[in-house]
């Protein structure tokens, strides 16, 4: 029967779209979950240190970086479930909210089809599930995706107060991660008309916002002044500067060796020295940094190229900040390529339907091959690897 209200149209239309996020998310969560306390033999290490790091308020404020981590572990702790699931079930909402977030940011950008292309090559790449399916905090550097969106949703906010709670979460979430307040600062300087506009339009709001945000972060400023080195780790600088200075040549060379040809010799995260990328998703990337170039003018373009080279640079540092704050950035890249590829395509072939169909068929194809490729990869090779079980061999407490 046809609809001739349009208002039914635009309900229908809204609750099939919530329909159709709701089983990507629980599609999304399934992958994450699936044997997640059988894929590996036991705890390793870095997860044992993990869990000791969580076990008490006082622990937790003695260095209360990746807070937030850490208190989800505790509370595991607190109510006696202390077990794979329970342990590693934090970095699981980390790695899902960071994908919602992750197509949301690519939505607005470009459209509804790139969006779920390249959140599908994320959340099935080797590299994402090794983070989000292990109980340490390293996840939480894709956190840096909290204040992409929100800077990519706060010009278009409908109620100031929604938008100042929103802004404190993804504030105190961002804050707690080592390395991540040069991007909250880069965030802040992009979208500083909205933040202005935002703080007039509802200032007690904004102040009342602003010492619940001071309250939230005194446990840091407390570490900070019992243990002042905390800052260095903080921001991401290593503990001996001048001889970090001399190798970030050398560091910065092995960041593209790691990702698109001999990955480190790392079993805990990584299968044998495979790059972390594949081939098609190197292609993208480099056509996506290719694309933003191109269209340099976009703040968004100079933001992410921007924020590509900070992460950089701190990578190269080595340290705190971790490889795993690139993840992001090469998908975003990724999504970029995808975008100029179709677009290039359909503009030489506008009315083709062979090469159409052909278009179609290829990226299907791609998609199919890259993520046979990694889910193989991750569930099958690397948990069969003896290295592997080597490292994760610390029994369930």
């Not at 190269?316 to 490889?323: D, E």
């Amino acid at each position: 029967m046809e609809i001739k209200n349009p208002l039914a149209r635009f309900n229908l239309t809204l609750w099939q779209q919530v329909t159709e996020y709701l089983v990507a998310l629980s599609a999304t969560a399934a992958l994450f979950a699936y044997r997640l306390h059988t894929l590996v033999p036991g705890f390793s290490l870095p997860e044992r240190e993990a869990i000791a790091a969580a076990s008490s308020l006082k622990t937790i404020g003695t260095d209360p970086l990746f807070l937030p981590h850490k208190f989800l572990q505790y509370l595991g702790l607190k109510l006696d479930h202390d077990g794979f699931i329970a342990m590693r079930l934090p970095s699981v909402f980390a790695g899902l909210i960071a994908a919602g977030l992750f197509f949301y940011v690519i939505n607005k950008w470009f459209n509804l089809r790139i969006a779920a292309i390249t959140t599908l090559l994320l959340v099935t790449s080797s590299w994402f599930l090794q983070l989000a399916r292990v109980g340490v905090p390293e996840i939480t550097y894709l956190g840096i995706l909290a204040p992409l969106a929100y800077a990519v949703w706060l010009p278009n906010y409908k109620r100031p107060i929604i938008a100042l709670g929103l802004g404190a979460v993804v504030l105190i979430n961002t804050l707690y991660t080592p390395g991540l307040i040069w991007f909250t600062l880069i965030g802040f300087v992009w979208q500083r008309k909205a933040v202005a506009k935002l703080f007039r339009e509802a200032r007690i709001p904004a102040l009342f916002t602003l010492s619940a945000c001071v309250m939230l972060l005194t446990p840091l400023l407390l570490a900070f002044v019992r243990s002042p080195e905390l800052i260095e780790q903080y921001i991401g600088l290593p503990t001996t500067p001048l001889e970090a200075l001399k190798e970030i040549p050398k560091n910065l060379a092995l960041i593209p060796y790691h990702l698109v040809l001999r990955g480190e010799v790392n079993p805990l995260q990584n299968l044998g020295n495979l790059p972390l990328l594949d081939f098609f998703t190197v292609i993208m990337a480099i056509l996506g940094g290719y694309s933003y170039a191109t269209y340099f003018g976009l703040r968004r373009s100079r933001m992410i190229l921007g924020s590509l080279v900070l992460s950089c640079l701190l990578v190269a540092l080595q340290g705190s900040v971790t490889l795993a704050i690139l993840l992001p950035f090469v998908y975003l890249l990724v999504a970029g390529g995808l975008n100029f590829m179709i677009e290039q395509w359909f503009m030489v072939f506008p009315y083709n339907p062979l090469a159409r169909g052909l278009a179609v068929v290829l990226i299907v194809g791609a998609l199919g091959a890259t993520t046979f490729y990694h889910l193989n990869r991750y569930f099958v090779a690397w948990p069969q690897a003896p290295a592997t079980r080597a490292v994760y061999d610390q029994p369930h407490r």
